[in-house]
Nanobody, 117 residues
Framework: QVQLVESGGGLVQTGGSLRLSCTAS????????MGWYRQAPGKQRELVAA???????NYADSVKGRFSISRDNGKKTVYLQMNTLKPEDTAVYYC???????????WGQGTQVTVSS
């Protein structure tokens, strides 16, 4: 069973920055893609950013130019650097990994990000 552990969430003021980390229990080479999703109260979960095993990235339009996703294969960790945060970025952020062989999805437990105005 794969475990994904997120960290780095918290409370920040508008315009501030946070870096989220997602550490996997096994090599992230075994995933075809990893990504960050978020879910605000009363809203559907949405993709924020994703990175494939070969390093290709994809971002939601709402975060382009402000957020950056990266990976450290040696540390089995994917990061989400979030800059110029806005109140509308407030949500629970989840890490997701897609198994390269089975296409199974694995999710972390989520980390709360709150941006105060």
């Amino acid at each position: 069973q794969v475990q994904l552990v997120e960290s780095g969430g918290g409370l920040v003021q508008t315009g501030g920055s946070l870096r989220l980390s997602c550490t996997a229990s096994r090599s992230i080479f075994s995933f075809r893609a990893m990504g960050w999703y978020r879910q605000a109260p009363g809203k559907q979960r949405e993709l924020v950013a994703a990175i494939t095993s070969n390093g290709a990235t994809n971002y939601a339009d709402s975060v382009k130019g402000r957020f950056s996703i990266s990976r450290d294969n040696g540390k089995k960790t994917v990061y989400l650097q979030m800059n110029t945060l806005k109140p509308e970025d407030t949500a629970v952020y989840y890490c997701k990994a897609v198994d390269a062989s089975s296409w199974n999805d694995y999710w972390g437990q989520g980390t709360q990000v709150t941006v105060s105005s």
